[in-house]
């Protein structure tokens, strides 16, 4: 199905099942440890042996001796794996260093061997009996001290509309801050963990993967087989957040040892590989300039962003937003990308946004300030329904103003006091403000339906599920549009045996996948009702029946003894060119800084959403609450600590790197503004779940300002950076 015109009335739009707040199918599975995860396939894969994988201790240079004697002679042990053992390995499409390291060294903890024995404590044991020798080379490891080397990334999208030098320059109100981030782990709580096993020439792997098809495609282009050798099976991940987007050293370890040792083998990284060895967040420097009329209106508008990676890596695009969140005629947006040596740089949740709107809410606040405007009416000022780069192309939904406006009078928002001036005993209370922006993403997607003659409807695809709730959104699609009770729906997903999905990820899954098991089944409604020579326009799909006129029939009698199957894939065409598609929000925050030793804590929190259709209420609130916390973590206390000697982040591990916990968010609210958008797919929805972290750490920042007077333009905002500026205690 070609989706290239607006969605008009169909039959999802009975909202008798999607739109529901419902609970999530495999809650149960989960919630009772039924549900198995990569590394418990023990039925799947019996007498798997275990791997543990061997990090370099260097960030660059090469092996210069590899002294596994008494490794291969440790009790228990079955084979090892190197770079010489493998064979020669390509580099998968989505990976910028390679998975097994050897001689050259391309980052710290890069694998570069795979012990395989009989229990996890033999390999560990035995992989520390390895001996390996360095040749050290210097390497970058200090984005800052590298900054001026960084060039145009071949994919950066930078732009140049009008005269911004010039109208910054004669703008009445200027604002010139620059603005830190640093990097990020995704910090999930299971880890990147495969098991493979090989029978002749076919390899199955049970991995948490959140694109099968990506991945399946890396994993034999790696390994040299044919792709159609490969089966990727990830039926439930927990947690993804863009680090399990592509294959990494565990999978192509445990297909090489498996390989190596003939039966199979399962691997798990160490949590301290979570950090080093799979990709992370890059952090930003980002230079904001905005020159304003004296009654608030923006003239110019400039974002500049350098990021790091390796060698052939990407940028962190953190200038996205800038290009459509606010008016302004004359606008600067540049990237730039600087070669470091440190492990690889990649997509975490709203990858671009996230640290983007980090910054650049701070400095719509800042210029607010400046201008003696409220900060919500500064950012209502210089609204824009058409992309400010391209005025003749409208937006398909933009309700930013409503947001902002529904969040404020929820909130509280005019009890607002100046900053620094609000205390609650030894407390300084402040709130503040920072709009959401994500855009909108689709991808082609496919399913297979199946309806049997007992009236149930069976769905096939290789979509994921990472803890976002997608089993049950699909299952709802498909009770929808064949008109069943969910107790009539069985969803299948994570198997490349299945249709190629969108996948989770990008904020494009939900909407895109169950666009997918929408097309597959209005073919199958299509099929039932020739079946029954109705005319299918005129044929009815409702309480597990199928009815034209006064003709009726039970689906499971319609569908015969055989059953039917129905295959289709959704394909967007270009309302994406015509109709700018973004998702948008406003979060409001407010904290509590003690006077004395300016510890932050946040009281309570409130996102407002304008995301399409909201296909399941519960789940998508979960999503949203769940990216505040996200946000939260990384406006008070996340920071992967860079040991620039050595090129390693030093705190790589749960204890070190600090993420929130339920205490640390006491209330959270989630409002849903009522929207469908017919320009973004046949659902009429759009993505959320990353829409929930862009914005809220800037919001979190400008609460802090509010509270103290303060400001801090170096995430994370921890005490020290408050202490010698803070109010004087009476």
């Not at 597990?544 to 499971?556: A, E, N, P, Y």
């Amino acid at each position: 199905m070609k989706f290239d015109t607006p969605a008009t009335t169909n039959p999802i739009d009975q909202l008798k099942v999607v739109g529901k707040p419902t609970d999530r199918i495999d809650g149960p599975l989960k919630t009772t440890g039924m549900a198995p995860y990569a590394y418990e396939q023990h039925e799947a894969a019996p007498n798997a042996a275990y791997g543990y994988v061997v990090g370099a201790t260097i960030a660059k240079g090469t092996i210069a001796a590899l002294d596994l004697s008494k490794a291969e002679s440790a009790p228990g042990v079955i084979t090892i794996v190197t770079a010489d053992t493998a064979g020669k390995l390509d580099k998968g499409n989505f990976n910028t260093a390679k998975l097994l390291g050897g001689p050259e060294i391309e980052h710290y903890h890069q694998a570069i061997a795979l012990v395989v024995a009989e229990t996890l404590e033999q390999a560990r044991s035995a992989a520390g009996l390895i001996k390996v020798r360095y040749t050290k080379a210097k390497g970058a490891h200090d984005l800052e001290a590298i900054r001026t080397t960084a060039t145009r990334h071949k994919d950066s999208k930078d732009s140049l509309v009008g005269d911004f030098a010039g109208a910054f320059s004669a703008a009445p109100v200027q604002l010139d801050v620059t603005y830190r981030t640093p990097d990020h782990a995704h910090a999930m709580m299971e880890p990147h963990a495969s098991i493979a096993s090989w029978e002749d020439d076919q390899l199955t792997l049970w991995t948490a993967n959140q694109m099968i098809d990506w991945g399946r495609g890396d994993v034999a282009k790696t390994l040299g087989i044919p792709k159609d050798n490969v089966r990727l099976i990830s039926p439930y991940i927990g947690g993804g957040f863009g680090g399990k987007l592509f294959v990494r050293a565990d999978a192509i370890l445990a297909a090489l040892g498996s390989r190596q040792a003939k039966r199979p083998v399962k691997v798990a990284l160490p949590r301290s590989f979570m950090f080093n060895n799979t990709p992370h967040r890059p952090a930003t420097i980002q230079r904001i300039r905005i020159g304003a009329s004296k009654d608030g209106k923006i003239s110019a508008i400039g974002h500049e962003n350098w990021s790091g990676d390796l060698a052939g890596g990407g940028p962190e695009d953190a200038t996205q937003q800038t290009k459509f969140l606010y008016a302004g005629a004359n606008r600067l947006i540049t990237t730039r990308l600087a070669v470091l040596d440190l492990p690889e740089g990649n997509a975490m949740r709203a990858p671009g946004e996230a640290p983007g709107l980090m910054a650049l809410e701070i400095a719509i606040d800042e210029m607010a300030e400046k201008l003696g405007l409220d900060p919500i009416k500064f950012r209502v000022i210089n609204d824009t329904q058409v992309d400010p780069e391209n005025p003749a192309r409208p937006f398909s939904q933009r309700q930013l103003i409503k947001c902002l406006h529904t969040g404020a009078d929820n909130f509280g928002w005019d009890k607002r006091g100046a900053p620094g001036k609000t205390r609650d005993g030894r407390w300084l209370t402040g709130m503040g403000v920072a709009a959401a922006f994500r855009n909108n993403l689709t991808m082609k997607s496919a399913a297979r339906v199946k309806l049997d003659n007992k009236g149930v409807v069976t769905v096939e695809t290789d979509m994921t599920d990472i803890g976002t709730g997608t089993y049950t959104i699909i299952a709802q699609t498909a009770a929808e549009m064949m008109g069943v009770g969910l107790d009539k729906v069985v969803v299948k997903l994570g198997d490349s045996s299945f249709p190629v999905s969108a996948g989770s990820g990008g904020q494009w899954g939900a909407n895109s996948s169950t666009a997918g098991v929408y097309a597959a089944c209005v073919k199958l409604r299509e099929m039932i009702a020739k079946s029954q020579k109705f005319d299918p326009a005129k044929t009815t799909f409702a309480d597990g029946k199928v009815t034209s006129g006064r003709k009726s029939i039970d689906l499971g009698k319609a569908a015969g003894a055989s059953g039917m199957v129905a295959e289709d894939f959704i394909e967007f065409g270009d309302l994406g060119k015509t109709h700018q598609q973004s998702t948008f929000g406003a979060h409001f925050v407010e904290v509590g800084v003690n006077e004395v030793t300016a510890e932050i804590r946040i009281r309570r929190m409130l996102a407002v959403c304008a995301a399409g259709r909201i296909l399941n209420p519960k789940s998508a609130r979960s999503q949203v609450i769940g990216a505040m916390t996200m946000g939260a973590g990384a406006a008070l206390m996340e920071d992967l600590v860079i040991d620039k000697r050595h090129g390693f982040f030093v705190n790589h591990d749960l204890a070190g790197y600090e993420v929130p916990v339920h205490a640390d968010i006491p209330h959270q609210e989630v409002i849903f503004l009522d929207e469908t958008d017919p320009m973004s797919s046949p659902m009429k929805a759009k993505g959320v779940g990353e829409l929930g972290i862009c914005g809220v750490g800037a919001a979190i920042a400008n609460a802090v300002y509010n509270a103290t007077a303060v400001r801090v333009r170096h995430y994370p905002i921890t005490l020290d950076k408050l202490l010698k500026d803070m109010p004087q205690i009476a």
